[in-house]
């Protein structure tokens, strides 16, 4: 079976822009996260889906927005790009809403902004 | 959001059983403790969750005290391949705002 896939891999992008980045879940699975990592760190929860619905949302700015779509992919959107936009963004899948659902994450999408 | 602890790296020699400790204090009542692996360029990997005790699988074990108040992953006989970085994590039930921390850093050396 396929993992989680994301697209692009990489981009590179300027201060002020806008970006979308794309994910597809495990067939089967209905939950959608995203995180950012910056360099160094740890991932940081940016938001959670279930059901096309917005289930969780982590501290970051109104510039940072997403969707689950019927088949359950997700866009994430960031506008008005600012040099600490520069991350690996990860998107992870799970059955369910839930602790006792493992996540699996995707490769990830690296986002310079320069 | 609870928060953990853990080292921030460790080195160990192929062959040899390796413990990293993670510290949550303020653990609730209803939080699962998860370990995750990540390689360089990708994203994490789950290798074990537990709630109490010890938990089992075919990669590594999870060692869990009465209290809850810490945790314990196991990784017996590592190799090379097992160098990467290792996030302990809280998650509650309902909705997965999950907090990794910093991780640990493994090394392993010939």
């Known amino acids: 079976d396929a993992g989680v896939t994301q697209s692009p891999t990489h981009l590179i992008k300027t201060r002020g822009q806008q970006v979308t980045l794309r994910c597809s879940p495990i067939s089967g699975h209905k939950s959608v996260s995203w995180y950012q990592q910056v360099l160094g760190q740890g991932p940081q929860f940016i938001f959670q889906?279930?059901?096309?619905?917005?289930?969780g949302r982590g501290n970051f700015p109104d510039r940072f927005s997403a969707r689950q779509f019927p088949n359950y992919s997700s866009e994430l959107n960031v506008n008005a790009l600012l040099l600490g936009d520069s991350a690996l963004y990860l998107c992870?899948?799970?059955?369910?809403?839930?602790?006792?659902?493992?996540?699996?994450f995707g490769p990830g999408t690296r986002l310079t902004v320069t | 959001l609870a928060k953990t602890t853990q080292p921030i790296s460790m080195d160990s020699y192929e062959g040899q059983e390796v413990n990293i400790t993670c510290s949550h204090n303020n653990i609730a009542t209803n939080d699962y403790i998860t370990w995750y692996q990540q390689f360089p360029s990708q994203g994490p990997r789950f290798i074990i969750q537990g709630y109490k005790t010890k938990v089992t699988n075919e990669v590594a074990s999870l060692f869990i005290p009465a209290d809850r108040k810490s945790s314990t992953l196991s990784l017996p006989r590592v190799s090379l391949s097992d160098t990467a970085v290792y996030y302990c994590l809280l998650d509650s039930g309902g909705y997965q705002k999950v907090t990794f921390g910093t991780g640990t850093k493994l090394q392993v050396i010939p």
């Open positions: 889906y279930y059901e096309k619905e917005e289930r």
């Open positions: 992870a899948s799970s059955l369910a809403s839930g602790s006792i659902y493992e996540q699996y």
